[in-house]
């Protein structure tokens, strides 16, 4: 099975920051990496699919990147809205694997 | 519009089955490409893919509960199911169907609780 090992597991922040959450593939995932955000209570919003691509109605200060096996959300300028748990999905193939998620919190 | 809804009880008790139902609707899980997805989450923890049906039938599980899952589809109805047999307190967990392949289409979530 692929791993995807996120980090931080957990980030305290301040409104304005550049944030960057990284999911490392165990094997060789291609593009096929998704990001979800989940808020307290809500399910999971998908932000970015194919690794850099911005879903529909996710503001511009999310985006997407992959170095070689490692896939990066990046989130500038936080806004308080941004203040969620934030999970990373590859789906390249079966079994689809879920990194184990990061909590931002604001400091 | 494509929506999807989970249903089942809300609790069990240990050693029992799970038996979901995912009620969709804007899409067909009998067109080229269609696939249902079954998540969890246990409280203040991650996700967890656990199954995948498609449009033609293939079914993809979890291997480290594969044993223990079925899926299934009543295209005409457009459902899907999910068992898990032999529930245990560590399955307790939000479960979540979802759909990718025209967009992001979760449910709502419905939690289960497993407790004696």
């Known amino acids: 099975d692929i791993q995807m090992t996120q980090s931080p597991s957990s980030m305290s922040v301040s409104l304005g920051d550049t944030v960057t959450i990284t999911c490392r593939a165990s094997q060789d995932v291609g593009i096929y990496v998704n990001w979800f955000q989940q808020k307290p209570g809500k399910s999971p919003r998908r932000m970015i699919y194919?690794?850099?691509n911005l879903a529909d109605g996710v503001p511009s200060r999310f985006s997407g990147s992959r170095s070689g096996s490692d896939y990066s959300l990046t989130i500038s300028s936080l806004e308080s809205e941004d203040v969620a748990d934030y999970h990373c999905?590859?789906?390249?193939?079966?079994?689809?694997?879920f990194g184990a998620g990061t909590k931002l919190e604001l400091k | 519009q494509v929506t999807l809804k989970e249903s089942g009880p809300g609790i069990l008790q240990p050693s029992q089955a799970l038996s979901l139902t995912c009620t969709f609707s804007?899409?067909?899980?009998?067109?080229?490409?269609?696939?249902v997805s079954w998540i969890r989450q246990p409280s203040g923890k991650g996700l967890e893919w656990l199954a995948t049906i498609d449009w033609d039938d293939d079914k993809y599980y979890n291997p480290s509960l594969k044993s223990r899952l079925t899926v299934s589809k009543d295209t005409s109805n457009n459902q899907a199911f999910l068992k898990i047999t032999s529930m245990d307190s560590a399955d307790t967990a939000t479960y979540y169907c979802a759909s990718w392949e025209l967009g992001d289409y979760w449910g709502q979530g419905v939690m289960v609780t497993v407790s004696s």
């Open positions: 999905l590859q789906y390249d193939e079966y079994p689809h694997t």
């Open positions: 804007g899409f067909s899980l009998s067109t080229y490409g269609m696939r």
């Open positions: 194919r690794a850099t």
